[in-house]
């Protein structure tokens, strides 16, 4: 089975902050999604990344960054955290083989507070 | 650009009785359709995918879903709905060669009375 695992369930930050999100899949998956999920709005792309070192924006990058230096590991930053990033983050992965590659497997989530 | 209509925000079904979520999407060309489920607190989860093929897919826990081009529509189904089904339903649409990425729907949540 595919695993995506975020490293916090829950985060409270401050304002200001630089906040890490981290995200590992252990299936060899080339791509690699961040998403936010906020009530009535639905799953909104920040960014994702096709390769090592590669990234593209998403619909909504501005006030994010992120880092993609192993094949595993995708990371989100928050350079300084404002109340309005207070939301649930979700990570996924994929393959790019054949068909596969539009299947998105997901981690549990990170509930993030910024206060 | 592609997009996904799920037109009910929430339902709310008896135990044991039928159920029916409807998914609108529109894409340029044939599309790759699937659904997920998200219980409280958790990520997604795949429940059924459409590619190509027999236009009835069949998922895990009992669900199957209706590619009807015609109408633009994958509607997700399950004949008796369980108490465990109380989750919120995602549709999705994704495309061919060369695209990574899924346009996902606003989610509708599912409440299941005992």
């Known amino acids: 089975d595919v695993k995506v695992t975020q490293s916090s369930r829950y985060l409270v930050k401050r304002t200001g902050e630089k906040v890490f999100l981290e995200c590992v899949q252990d299936m060899d998956h080339e791509n690699m999604f961040w998403y936010r999920q906020d009530p009535g709005l639905g799953l909104r792309l920040i960014y994702f990344?096709?390769?090592?070192?590669?990234?593209e924006k998403g619909d909504i990058p501005e006030g994010y960054s992120v880092s993609r230096e192993k094949k595993e590991r995708f990371s989100l930053i928050l350079e300084s955290a404002s109340t309005n990033q207070t939301s649930m983050y979700l990570c996924?992965?994929?393959?790019?083989?054949?068909?596969?590659?539009?299947?998105?497997?997901f981690g549990a989530g990170t509930r993030l507070s910024v206060l | 650009a592609q997009s996904v209509t799920q037109p009910d925000i929430h339902i709310t079904v008896s135990e044991g009785a039928s159920l029916e979520l409807r998914c609108n999407y529109s894409y340029g060309a044939t599309p790759y359709l699937f659904w997920y489920v998200q219980s409280p607190g958790q990520g997604l989860q795949l429940l059924l995918k459409y590619f190509s093929g027999d236009t009835l897919v069949q998922g895990i826990k009992g669900f199957e879903a209706e590619f009807k081009r015609s109408q633009s529509s994958f509607n997700l189904r399950k004949p008796s709905v369980h108490w465990s089904d109380a989750a919120e339903y995602f549709c999705?649409?994704?495309?061919?060669?060369?695209?990574?990425?899924?346009?996902f729907g606003k989610g509708t949540k599912l409440s299941v009375i005992p």
């Open positions: 996924a992965s994929s393959s790019r083989q054949g068909e596969a590659k539009n299947i998105q497997y």
């Open positions: 990344s096709y390769d090592v070192k590669m990234k």
């Open positions: 999705a649409v994704g495309g061919g060669a060369g695209s990574y990425q899924l346009t």
